[in-house]
């Protein structure tokens, strides 16, 4: 609803801002403290994302090869993963590389123990180690592989009857579909909180400009009599509504910009191994959301609570 008098409206908003100011104040942090938290679960979510999407692509395959395995053979296997769809990239682990890798993954002390007492001698196998374009597809990928009947030729076992494929593709079955499971919920319960909180700030802002109305009924009712419209005896409450919840809006950013400013470094920091990353494009549109959910909270909040408790 546009206030049919738009410089009376703002002109009327501004004294009572002023007249009442303890109770503009209120409503402004109420309100401010609703955008708030819609804007800082909606910044958690996408940050969640990032550090979801960051495990989540560390899923990858490894399928174990056999020392004896041809090496033209495993050429012809790997091109043929290479050219499934769910499948991004495959790269050919050395033994040597993945005897490096146990060295990094260990500290120093038990790497250094566990090499010496290996007597020069390399116990791990090569390896095909498969990135996916979509983790969900790591499952059915795995089965895939575990079937192929040129992997069965040049897996690790391939010598052991007693032996699966299984054992021979790991792809952290258990753990996996944990994470998937867990990260699903998290975004789901993300999402229903910041449409629960943008509900809690509409009834903020609806309760606020109808306590205004009651504590005004005696001047409305005069300019009831002296023959003003309903638009302009609206004009001032619907401005009132939108300039607290566009004030309270902004001080949501600028306490948003800050803390991410200040926080997202120090995460960072500490936890390296994570990505902590909220993208710009995300960021602005976050706040650009807040400012319009302001002003669609302050519009319709004003323009329902008048319809309901302002007869005119």
Known sequence: MVPSNFGYSLRE??????????????AIVTIFLSLFIIGLFVLGSV????????????VTIQAYLSDDADASAIDSFQAKVEGWDTVESVTYKSKEEAL???RTSMSNRNASDAVAALDGENPLPASLVITLTDPQEVEATAERIMEDPSFLQIRDAADDPTSSA??????GQGTVDRLFEVTSYIRIGAVALVVMLTFV???????????????RRREIAIMRLVGASNGFIRGPFVMEGVLESLIAAVLAIAALAVGANALLPVLQANLSF???????????????GLLLVGVLIGLFGSAIAMRRYLKV
């Open 13 to 26: 908003a501004g004294h009572h801002f002023r007249r009442n100011w303890t109770t503009v104040l209120g």
């Open 100 to 102: 490096q890798d146990y």
């Open 166 to 171: 299984a054992d021979d593709v790991i792809y």
């Open 201 to 215: 700030a509409f009834v903020f802002i609806n309760n606020t400009i109808r306590l205004a109305i009651t504590a």
């Open 47 to 58: 940050l969640i994302s990032s550090v979801v999407g960051g495990v989540e692509d560390s």
């Open 274 to 288: 994570l990505a902590f990353e909220i993208p710009t494009t995300v960021l602005y549109a976050t706040f650009g």
